[in-house]
């Protein structure tokens, strides 16, 4: 990404910058101000592309999604059906490399039918255009549960229990490369822990059973109250796609021996 526009989309989501001046005059790439820790050590490298076992065709996959998209739009599993305005799947194309889990949708999204709408929904479109991502073309957007759960309160387990199979569906149709968990609830949830987020962040973890590489930052609705904290997301990130470079990398490297 050109350094100007990367600068434009750190200053959206709030990352000041440091740009180091040369003899000469301003360096051509600005860099994050180091007034925080240094990110936490990385203390797993990224694991090796995970071999795809499923082949699924093109009409194959559309008829599976479209199954999903009913299926939770009628579902009655857990007592959230009573309560919400509908069920959300998720937004983005269906082969993205990218997808970005967050805990429930919120009462936005539930007015909608689409996950990370609104002010968290803006600060995550631009914490993804930082590192070159965009919603529309390669990433997908879903969340752990699929309905809202009353006045926002934490999912309950039973609940987690009974609609985590969707977005296993989902993985396992989207195929990633990476897996990005936004937010505690989202990451001890697909990774079975009640770790801390602070523990989780900085390292690649595997979801589900094709072990995608999984990376945890913090939720932008958080980050909105806690812009402290943006840096360490803006750390994340540009982990998350170092791991992803790694990853493609590594594949095409693959390919070509
Ligand atoms: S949260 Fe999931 S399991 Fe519960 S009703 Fe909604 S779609 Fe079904």
């Known amino acids: 990404m050109l350094p100007e526009r990367r600068r434009r989309y750190l200053e959206t989501i709030g990352i000041d910058l440091w740009v180091r001046r040369g003899r000469g005059g301003p360096a051509a790439t600005p860099t994050v101000a180091p007034t925080e820790a240094p990110a936490p050590a990385r203390s797993e490298p990224p694991a090796a592309e995970p071999r795809r076992t499923t082949v699924v065709t093109s009409g194959e996959a559309a008829t599976q999604w479209q199954q999903l998209l009913e299926e939770v739009r009628r579902c009655t599993l857990c007592p959230l059906h009573a309560t919400r305005t509908q069920g959300v799947l998720g937004v983005g194309p269906r082969r993205a490399d990218w997808p970005v889990i967050g805990e429930a949708p919120g009462a936005e999204e539930d007015r909608r039918g689409e996950p990370f ?17 965009d919603r529309h073309t390669n990433v997908y957007i879903a969340n752990v549960l699929k309905s809202r759960p009353p006045n926002n309160r934490d999912p309950r387990p039973e609940e987690v229990e009974a609609c985590l199979p969707y977005l296993v569906r989902q993985i396992a149709l989207l195929q990633p490369k990476i897996m990005l968990a936004v937010g505690r609830i989202a990451a001890q949830n697909l990774l079975g822990t009640d770790a801390p987020l602070g523990r989780l962040r900085g390292r690649v973890h595997h979801f589900g059973e094709r072990q995608t590489p999984l990376v945890v930052t913090y939720h932008p609705a958080y980050l909105l109250r806690t812009p402290g904290d943006k840096r360490k997301a803006w750390e994340d990130l540009k982990f998350a796609r170092s791991v992803y470079q790694q990853l493609t990398q590594g594949a095409a490297d693959g390919n070509r021996s």
């Open 117 to 133: 709408v609104g002010a968290a929904g803006q600060l995550l479109d631009a914490m993804l255009r930082a590192i070159g991502l």
